[in-house]
């Protein structure tokens, strides 16, 4: 991106008034036939214009034959036809008084000598013409915020909306962060493949995410950048305000080759990664498992929580695996004060474990885990965050003890994550129970612990 378009307002691309469609279809298995339906499926409001040649009806709106036919020039213009054909559509789009393009097909920088000179064309005709271009060869931009639900994007799904973003140099991994946001209920709303960062590179769009009101925290997937001192002094700006958490390749060798393959990644070493993520206030994460556990934590806990834990189980072996986890994730299992230790043995069996971890025993009901609970928030200031493990013997009904965990769940001012092991006949229930008590919920104790681990890291970039 040239300095004079550094700092330019990107609210075409990610809240649009009006959108044109150049190669829109009726036919959904086309890429313009995917983004109108995508854009029908998000309930965009404003003034949608399909463009083709050919004419016709499509989702019930009459198509235009060309840009030229439009009432006025539009705020967004998506281009979704032959390579060989967007110079021309380009070169239209420039005659009409459009400033903003959007396009998702290949065939430039990364195809070779024929489309680095098609990419070429393309960037001298935009410098020309004063136009600002996201992608090309990208998934698209999503963008599901109070005002405005735009979807031109050709993935497969809608994420569910919320304060979560996500800004990637893979489509596959976008897509699949959507397809996460679904299954699990992440509050995901704005999803930016970034393709070949013609004009609009990562940096841009963090910046932009960054000055939001709607979005609280943002994730990356990144490879490459073209002024990593820019990424970096942006990240920096953006992170002390919002967390940002980042899966970075690059980890090996043979990864940051790969890297360096796909995408051009312009770091040396593991070691520069992690130097330039601490100066810029980026946690960054191992693997896509972590950025999908950092997702579902940031959309409980937007800005992250201290290191301080309390693991408080019913079982043994899962509390001690998940010690080792929280503690390799930086969590601090701090001793129990002295007042609360004394409360909890008068108040549960002699066998039980009255230290951090807590072990309140198999057969543990919805008493022990409620007074348990109350004699820990009676002493919260010695904890960030209590991390409940919840494995259901076959001699306990779970339906009470999660009844009474979300009702003291609801009216706790402490960050609390449960995690639920073995046969659980209830699921989606006792899940949906805990978490409209703001209470995330996970099958396995370890992912938990990681979680509050990157919140912590979270936490910690942003305050310290």
């Known amino acids: 991106m040239s300095t004079a378009q550094a700092g330019r307002d990107l609210s075409a691309f990610f809240a649009p008034r009006s959108v044109a469609i150049v190669g829109a279809s009726a036919r959904p298995t086309s890429s313009g036939g995917a983004i109108l339906h995508m854009m029908e499926e998000a309930g965009f409001a404003g003034a949608l214009y399909p463009i083709n040649p050919k004419g016709g009806e499509m989702y019930g709106r009459q198509a235009l034959p060309d840009l030229r036919a439009l009432p006025s020039p539009v705020d967004l213009v998506v281009i979704a036809i032959r390579p060989d054909f967007i110079l021309d559509a380009v070169t239209e789009a420039a005659d009409t008084g459009h400033k903003a393009i959007l396009i998702l097909p290949g065939g430039f920088a ?257 008493d022990r885990f409620g007074e348990t609970l109350a004699i820990a928030m009676a002493h919260r200031a010695a904890f960030d965050v209590i991390l409940m493990i919840h494995v259901v013997p076959f001699m306990v009904d779970a339906d009470p003890v999660i009844a009474r965990l979300a009702e003291k769940a609801a009216a706790c001012d402490l960050p609390l994550m449960h995690s639920m092991m073995g046969t659980l006949e209830q699921r989606d229930r006792w899940f949906a129970n805990m978490e409209q008590a703001g209470v995330p919920m996970f099958s396995n104790s370890e992912d938990m612990a990681r979680t509050a681990g990157i919140l912590a890291q979270c936490y910690s970039v942003r305050d310290h």
């Open 110 to 366: 990364e195809a070779g000598d024929e489309g680095a000179e098609r990419q070429a064309a393309l960037d001298a005709l935009a410098e020309k013409h004063d136009l600002i271009i996201a992608g090309p060869n990208c998934g698209g931009i999503i963008s599901l915020g109070d005002q405005t639900r735009l979807a031109a994007t050709f993935f497969r799904d809608l994420p569910p909306g919320g304060p979560i973003a996500f800004i990637s140099q893979s489509g596959a991994l976008a897509e699949e962060m959507i397809a996460h946001a679904v299954a699990c209920r992440v509050p995901l709303g704005r999803v930016v493949s970034v393709g070949n960062s013609m004009h609009l590179g990562v940096e841009d769009h963090l910046r932009h995410l960054g000055d939001d009101p709607e979005t609280g925290a943002i994730l990356l997937y990144l490879e490459s950048a073209r002024d990593m001192a820019s990424l970096a002094a942006t990240a920096r700006s953006v992170s002390c305000s919002k967390p940002i958490v980042a899966l970075i390749p690059g980890r090996t060798q043979k990864g940051l080759d790969a890297a360096k393959a796909h995408t051009g990644a312009s770091a040396s070493s593991d070691a520069a990664i992690d130097a330039l993520c601490r100066d810029a206030g980026i946690v960054r994460v191992k693997s896509l498992r972590d950025l999908q556990l950092a997702a579902r934590g940031l959309g409980f806990f937007p800005k992250g929580f201290g290191k301080r834990a309390l693991i408080l189980s019913n079982s043994g072996g899962p509390g001690v695996l998940t010690t080792d986890e929280a503690t390799l994730s930086g969590l601090d299992l701090v001793d129990l004060p002295a007042p609360m230790a004394a409360a909890l043995k008068d108040a549960l069996p002699k066998e039980a474990s009255v230290r951090n971890p807590l072990d309140l025993l198999a057969d543990a009901r919805e």
